[in-house]
């Protein structure tokens, strides 16, 4: 038996055989073409249809991961379409009189390199984004299209690494678990594996090798073990924690209907974040008692242009009637930092993540806030309606938006269009929130901590660089004592506080969290049972709230 170990970021347990999914790796040599103009033509034609195929990828990865997870394929095409990139492609075929092939493979090289040096680890992530479209145009040139995997049985699906095309073109019934040799907990491959509920296991490094398929062998994504042919007692001990959790989910499916309170009697809302329509019928199977989160850009997303606000309306009032008299906390467009829209036209910054984001950008924007605000009163007449401002910072910022709200809904009054009333909240997610809170609270009828951005901002730890994963303590003191700021504000105020981000499905923290004064706890659907069987079991001692 061999042990491999990495990290897990999607639990559970399987056997099956391993399948290795090499890259291939298409030949390309180095050609002198007689015909420029018509080699120019040729790359044209290639890069094309390789745009066309990105657009098709993004459609298909919509209902499988999401507005958020299928940015990647638009990401993919504005690089395709990139003027600097077709204008070092043209130039190689020009005055080189070399083969398109050539061309494109040596600029995806040169410009992945560019991205590798960079400093800013979003930007050194674009490296691999570069490559995986110079490939797919290489592919399109050589007509060598990239495939997947080919088996007669499920698999476990071992690889280095796996590129956004790859994973969303993969056919997902015949994947057992995933495991690769690098990756990262915010990789296409984890969010998928998470969609699905498989087992997948990230950074085994060089162990996990083309030596290993065909092999048996068990998969422990909680663990984060791969274990090649394990032996009986290994083998048994994976089926009984696989029958436990089996157990485990039955006994869950046995909360719904039931109020979520601690033992001592504290009543706890636990509510589902959403990041698309498709995921609504999710919240209802698990019994969630409302949407503490509904990300609103993945509809801004989802668009080639500004949706309008009919669009929007739709979307909202299906979301309200949905979940009838279950809160629905929409949150305002958060677009910027990691989230960019090319319609958008949003200036590059420096430091995006401080830069124009979240309300920061509808301020700015005001026809943008404008029309979604009018859509989200609107559908509040056929719902629980709250609506969520993010990024906030200052008091001056909330009474600004609140001003505006308040000239929508004249406005409509005006107009005689129908709508209803929806409580107004805030984000605490920067320092300063926390810091302001006594001052803020009075102005809201609600907060909801993001705890992801919280964490960033007050350990200046940047999220989305896993070389600093080590330093991203969600625990930390700090961390907790903002928290802690927050809801006493809150309830000094009378409103209720909810948090929303990643720590909201620690287990591990719920008890503090509790104990801090968090009246309502958000997570993604898949765990709402397994967090509301947890809060049930603990007995706080009357801790004061």
């Known amino acids: 038996m061999e042990t491999i170990i990495g990290k897990g970021v999607c639990g559970g347990i399987c056997f099956g055989p391993v399948y290795y999914l090499e890259h291939r790796i298409v030949g390309v040599t180095r050609q002198t073409v007689d015909d420029v103009p018509a080699e ?69 090289k040169n410009f992945a390199q560019l991205f590798a040096n960079m400093d800013d680890p979003y930007m050194r992530g674009r490296a691999a984004d570069v490559l995986d479209v110079s490939g797919r145009i290489v592919s399109e040139l050589t007509g060598q299209p990239q495939g997947g995997i080919k088996s007669e049985v499920p698999v476990i699906l071992a ?44 950074q085994t490094g060089a162990s996990l090798t083309k030596a290993l ?41 046995e909360l719904k209907g039931q109020t979520d309170q601690t033992l001592d ?3 706890v809302e636990v509510f589902a974040n959403v990041n698309h329509l498709s995921e609504l019928p999710y919240v209802l199977q698990n019994d969630a008692s409302g949407i503490g989160l509904f990300r609103s850009e993945f509809i801004y997303l989802d668009a080639h242009d500004y949706p309008d ?11 309200a009637q949905t979940l009838a008299s279950r809160k629905v906390v929409f949150r305002t467009m958060d677009i910027g930092a990691d989230k960019m829209i090319p319609y958008f036209n949003l200036e590059r910054e420096e430091n995006p993540a401080l830069g124009l984001r ?34 906030i910072a200052a008091a001056w910022e909330v009474l600004e938006l609140k001003a505006f709200a308040e000239r929508v809904q004249a406005e409509l009054r005006d107009e005689g269009t129908s709508f209803g009333q929806a409580e107004l909240g805030i ?17 809201v009828d609600f907060f909801s901590v993001g705890t992801n951005d919280l964490t960033q901002y007050t350990l200046a730890v940047d999220r989305q660089n896993d070389r600093v994963d080590r330093f991203c303590d969600t625990h930390h003191p700090a961390v907790l004592k903002l928290i802690e700021m927050a ?7 009378g409103i209720w506080i909810g948090v929303c981000g990643e720590l909201a499905a620690d287990l591990s923290i719920t008890e503090t969290l509790l104990r801090l004064g968090v009246d309502e706890l958000s997570v993604s659907p898949a765990v709402v049972l397994e967090l509301r069987a947890h809060v049930r079991s603990l007995d706080l001692g009357g801790a004061a709230v």
Do not use: C, W
């Not at 098709?56 to 990139?85: C, N, R, S, T, W």
């Open 40 to 108: 120019l033509a040729r790359f044209q034609r290639a890069k094309d249809a390789a745009v066309v195929q990105l657009g098709e990828l993004y459609q298909e990865a919509l209902p499988k991961v999401g507005a958020e997870g299928a940015a990647i394929f638009e990401v993919h095409q504005m690089m395709a379409e990139d003027l600097d990139y077709l204008e070092a492609v043209q130039a190689v075929i020009e005055t080189q009189r070399a083969n398109a092939e050539y061309a494109v493979t040596a600029t995806g």
């Open 487 to 493: 809801a006493k504000a809150a309830h000094d105020a």
């Open 358 to 391: 979240g309300a920061r950008l509808s301020l700015a924007r005001p026809e943008l806030l404008r029309t979604q605000l009018r859509a989200l009163f609107r559908a509040a007449s056929y719902g629980n309606v709250s609506i969520m401002f993010p990024m």
């Open 265 to 267: 009697g504290r009543v």
């Open 159 to 202: 690889a280095g690494d796996l590129s956004p095309s790859e994973t969303i073109q993969l056919d997902k019934a015949k994947i057992l678990a995933f495991v690769t040799a690098e990756g990262s907990a915010n990789s296409h491959t984890a969010i998928l594996a998470r969609t699905l509920g498989i087992p997948a296991v990230i």
């Open 309 to 319: 606000e009919n669009e929007q309306f739709n979307i909202y009032k299906t979301v």
């Open 213 to 253: 398929h065909g092999r048996q062998a068990a998969v422990d994504g909680t663990a984060g073990v791969l274990f090649v042919e394990p032996d009986e007692s290994v083998t048994a001990e994976l089926r009984a924690k696989a029958d436990e959790a089996r157990r485990k989910k039955e006994l869950l499916e």
């Open 427 to 443: 984000m605490i997610e920067t320092p300063a929130a926390a810091l302001a809170s006594a001052e803020l609270a009075p102005l």
